[in-house]
């Protein structure tokens, strides 16, 4: 059994955010509280699997949320070809999560069932539980499912031998963490189960929720899935990039190894 590597590729950052947007309980809302977006990238010989897509310069403009880098132009660092990807892990199908799927055509795609019931749900019928989703992300993944290139999950899945699927929802109703095998332990990619460690390690909410309870119950199970809890990887803080070690280039950080400096809160 062989362990997988596992990279954290940024492709944009929003820094005009306050703790407001990422705290509900928080005593400093007015302070500044930046966010980066990331795609993480699992590889074990010559099996790749993709987790999430981000989102291109098309959704960029339409939302007013640049991005630095097409998430195609991320990629290349690995020799990664959008058409030659096989699999890709849909760990929630907000717009920075799967705003990407377009790019990646061939690839074959896991979701958790409850995930598409929600998008495609009466949920949707209100503004505010709508407002992460793009009607042409979701269609996409119902395309995919059309054509036979979609697999659901109910709960826990194993996607390969060492990578398994694991449903929190809370943020998003069947929001998805990916648990990795690594030379360090067992890895786990919170997606935005834990936007942030402070969400996590203090148990302090994400304003985005559809239910807060599973979303605090999701902190426990983050860390009953991870070795230990430093290998619980957040989906968007902007720490990933000085705790892990860059590697291969600037906006990269390999995550298998474990981290190498302290955790700050």
Not at 29 to 42: A, Q
Not at 162 to 178: D, E, M, N, P, T
Not at 248 to 260: C, E, T, W
Request: hydrophobic content about 40%.
């Amino acid at each position: 059994m062989s362990d997988w590597q596992v990279h954290a590729v940024k492709y944009a950052d929003r820094n005009a955010r306050t703790r407001a947007d990422s705290f509900i309980f928080d005593a400093h809302h007015d302070s500044p509280h930046p966010m980066d977006y990331y795609i993480w990238v699992l590889r074990n010989g010559s099996q790749t699997i993709l987790v999430d897509t981000g989102y291109d310069t098309e959704e960029a403009t339409a939302r007013d949320r640049p991005i630095q880098l097409d998430p195609r132009d991320a990629l290349r660092p690995f020799d990664i070809r959008p058409d030659d990807v096989t699999d890709v892990i849909v760990t929630h199908l907000h717009y920075d999560h799967a705003g990407g799927l377009r790019l990646f055509p061939n690839a074959h795609l896991h979701l958790q069932t409850a995930e598409m019931a929600y998008a495609t749900g009466p949920c949707m019928c209100h503004d505010t539980l709508r407002m992460p989703f793009t009607a042409g992300h979701v269609c996409e993944a119902v395309t995919r499912l059309y054509a036979g290139k979609l697999t659901f999950y109910d709960g826990d899945g194993e996607i390969a031998e060492g990578v398994s699927v694991h449903c929190i929802g809370g943020h998003s109703r069947g929001l998805q963490a990916v648990r990795v095998r690594t030379q360090a332990g067992w890895l786990v990619l919170a997606s935005d189960a834990a936007h942030y460690y402070e969400n996590l390690w203090l148990k302090k909410p994400f304003p985005i929720v559809v239910d807060l309870q599973d979303m605090l119950d999701g902190y426990g199970r983050l860390e009953r899935l991870a070795s230990t809890r430093a290998l619980i990887v957040p989906g968007h803080d902007p720490q990933v990039r000085d705790v892990f070690v860059q590697d291969l280039a600037p906006h990269i950080v390999r995550l298998d190894v474990g981290p190498q400096k302290a955790i700050e809160l």
